[in-house]
């Protein structure tokens, strides 16, 4: 009878300290795909890197850039939200003739402004429109201690909204757009509450939630179920950052969104898989327009088809600015 007492004795204390290394690895490894998710070593804190990617990248891009700073014309300026303690940047051009027309324009993952200033050439230099080029937390001039996966950024994005007025004047009108998690960040601040001057959105191969995007890479990069990694990730951000994956959703947030808004995606993009696109398309109300730009992997449909990206950025913008 002992002797079996104390079998049972050693295996509950097995079976427990078998749980208690089960839990001990799955916490650790949703910490690390945390930190890896969200706390990358940023190529966009690299300004001197990514100007020269971009120059090299984009034809007469060094020369636009240089030309501004030439004329004092590319400016920074810098905003504290309220209640918080961290400084955001952003750069800014007026057009060089006045008009109320502007575009905020939203950058991706690990980028910053600099690494989408070919779209600020072409809103600026092609169609004659103010532009204002924010640095998302975490990256280029801004403060931030992660990436938001465009969540907590919409709400930064309608701070910058707030400065266009005393930035372009008071009848200034705006078109958001936005690439990659830029692109998700549009969408995701589309479906909140925001100032009649907001008019019209540019999405460009932004994906469905930080959820789905998350599931994928870590089916892809390290063969993992989504369960239970990816839950307990999810929790420990909202204890540490206090949003969860699920919540950062442009799926749900589109759904609210009744301005409209011109869908983009490449058609070889496996990143942000273009499927995803036609999910956002669908659940999202008129007006609205889709645009698979031919043979584009991820974020590079402009790069691919400058002359119609551009034709069709001015044509929307035209119609609802």
């Known amino acids: 009878m002992k002797q079996k007492q104390n079998t049972i004795h050693y ?130 001039r801004s403060g931030g201690d992660h990436i938001q996966m465009g969540w907590l950024d919409r709400l930064d994005l309608q701070c910058w909204l ?26 995701m601040l589309a479906g909140d509450s925001l100032p009649t001057r907001v008019r019209a959105f540019v999405e460009d191969c932004g994906y469905t939630s930080a959820w789905d995007q998350f599931s994928k890479e870590l089916k892809e990069q390290f063969g993992l179920p989504t369960f239970p990694i990816l839950h307990m990730a999810s929790a420990l951000c909202r204890w540490k950052y206090g949003w969860t994956f699920g919540e950062a959703s442009s799926l749900n947030q589109v759904k609210r969104c009744r301005r409209p808004m011109l869908f983009i995606h490449g058609s070889d993009d496996t990143f942000v898989p273009t499927e995803m696109v036609y999910r956002l398309y669908k659940a999202k109300p008129a007006p609205k327009d889709l645009w698979i730009a ?21 044509a929307w913008a035209e119609r609802y600015l």
Do not use: C
Request: glycine share 8%; hydrophobic share 45%.
């Open 11 to 140: 295996i509950i204390i097995g079976a427990t300290m078998f749980l208690l290394f089960t839990a001990a690895g799955l916490v650790g490894g949703a910490m690390f795909l945390l930190n890896f998710a969200l706390t990358p070593e940023s190529r966009g804190k690299d300004e001197a890197a990514s100007r020269k990617f971009m120059f090299e990248r984009y034809e007469g891009l060094e020369a636009w850039y240089d030309s501004l700073n030439a004329h004092q014309a590319l400016h920074d300026t810098f905003i504290v939200p309220r209640g918080d303690t961290v400084r955001l940047h952003a750069y800014y051009v007026k057009a060089a003739k006045p008009t109320r027309r502007t575009a905020l324009l939203v950058h991706g993952y690990t980028d910053n402004a600099i690494r989408i200033m070919m779209l600020g050439q072409m809103y600026e230099q092609a169609l004659g429109m103010n532009v204002l080029i924010p640095d998302l937390r975490f990256a280029g």
């Open 162 to 187: 707030e400065t266009v007025p005393t930035l372009f004047g008071d009848s200034a009108t705006v078109m958001v757009h936005g690439i990659s998690m830029g692109a998700a960040a549009t969408m």
């Open 294 to 314: 031919p043979n584009s992997r991820h974020a590079a449909a402009y790069r691919d088809h400058q002359q119609e990206y551009t034709a069709r950025i001015g």
